[in-house]
């Protein structure tokens, strides 16, 4: 008995020292896998940091032919080809996947209409026979091969301009959350920049030089952008990352000093941005900054019932930025409400229509608008100038792409409805993680919504932002999350 006493002690002093070595080990092997993973993921990190600061400095022009648009892209090209070359399909959750295929069906549209295809078989789509009779009673030689597009050039254009939030795109979904939360503050603090410019081209006026493309705004703040709404919605877009910011900072317990500097500075940054959008003059802009505005206490009066209560930090925040907006934009946005000579883009609505009608179910080409417009323009709609865009986005994009949109645009809602849904059987204000994707839903929405009154997401800037509130709203819940009401 004695020798199996003594026996049993080294027995189990030998599974302890077997454990501890094997934790010793698993504790070192893990520190060396470590420091490579984070050092990649900070690779990764810092290209998509500079590719969204090369995007917003450069890319607030609305054509594809600017040599700064082009800058861009090319960076954005470099930054797909290597994004996609380290990326894991396997590891990526369901929502990142189904948003990577829908890109993917994006990018196709515009290569689908850029392949050669025979002219005896283009002269069967909708639009088509008419414009070879045309050349062929011109005395023009009908080639045997064509492209789809009707603007080739215009179709590889518009190709070009996706490079940028494509490769956002690529880059992003491989970054952790807190990256995706440093973008979202490069953002902010770009934005901020943009309200001190504009506020400097108001000052110095129509001729002021700090504008950076031409024809522009001259009467209104533009910022880094060639149109003011362009620029407005960038503010708007800042809006709600600074409201989802002061509601997820609602979860953390800070000290009494830390919190009350902390709700200060989202009472200047909110200030900043509702005073830039009222000095841009964009009607648009201003009605949906109060919509987004009344989402955000709407949500912060839901999450008052699971014992948090942001809503008066939230209300604070609204009312002194709208009170500075008031004070010294009010004017501005008013004089905007007052006229009239915008209601242009609503008269040409029906010849835009007229267009999407003749093009039918498979569209002129991606880019090609100006060119069909100007051939189907009524005499009571001509202008000196090009009619470049519908203002109208969806209209637009009617024309130029035809059902295939229609059927890539109901995919892109169904995948919107199907998380949105799973955020709401979760509680919607339950953890702190549903704010990041209830940030990038309104900011879809935003965007989408100015869509049909303006063309945002033609700019590189807006483009890529709008990819990154998908990125946002594509991240998955926890299982805390997804069990806090099961």
Known sequence: ??????????????????????????????????????QAETVVGSLTILLLVIALLFGGGTSNYLISDLFVQLLAAVLLVYGVNRLRWQKLPLSIKQLLLILVAVLAIPILQLIPLPTALLMHLPGRRELWQTHQSLGIQVPMFAQWSLDPNA?????????????????????????????????????????????????????????????????????????????????????????????????????????????????????IFLLGIALAGSRAAAGLAVGVSAIMVLMAMLQKRDGRNPLTRLALVLAIGGFVAFQYGFLQIVERFGQKGEEYRWAVLPDVLSAA?????????????????AALESIDMLTPGRFQHAHNDWAELWVDV?????????????????????????????????????VGGLLIFVLCLHSLVDYPLRTTTLSVIFTLACLFFAQPLTDAARNARS
């Open 402 to 438: 035809g059902l295939i949109f229609v059927v890539v645009a109901l995919a892109f809602f169904v995948w919107c409805w199907k998380w949105t849904r799973e955020l709401f059987n979760t509680g919607l204000l339950a953890q702190q993680q549903h704010i990041v994707r209830i």
């Open 155 to 271: 179709s590889l254009a518009a190709l070009r301009a996706m490079l940028p939030a494509a490769a956002f795109a690529v880059l992003g979904c491989q970054l952790q959350s807190i990256w995706l939360k440093r973008l979202a503050l490069i953002v902010i603090v770009f934005a901020v920049l943009s309200v001190v410019i504009g506020v400097a081209q108001l000052a110095q006026g129509p001729a002021s030089e700090l504008r950076p493309y031409m024809p522009t705004n001259t009467a209104d703040a533009v910022g880094l952008f060639a149109n003011r709404n362009h620029y407005a919605a960038l503010l708007v877009s800042a809006l709600i990352l600074v409201l989802g910011g002061l509601m997820e900072d609602g979860y953390i317990a800070r000290p009494g000093v830390r919190k009350a500097l902390r709700l200060c500075g989202w009472i200047l940054l909110a200030s």
């Open 357 to 373: 009608s003749q093009y039918a179910w498979l569209g002129s080409g991606l880019g090609s608008f100006p060119s069909v417009y």
């Open 1 to 38: 008995m004695r020798s199996s006493d003594t026996k049993l002690p080294v027995v189990h002093h030998g599974h302890r020292a077997a454990r501890q070595h094997h934790s010793v080990r698993t504790t070192r092997s893990d520190a060396a896998a470590r420091p490579s993973t984070t």
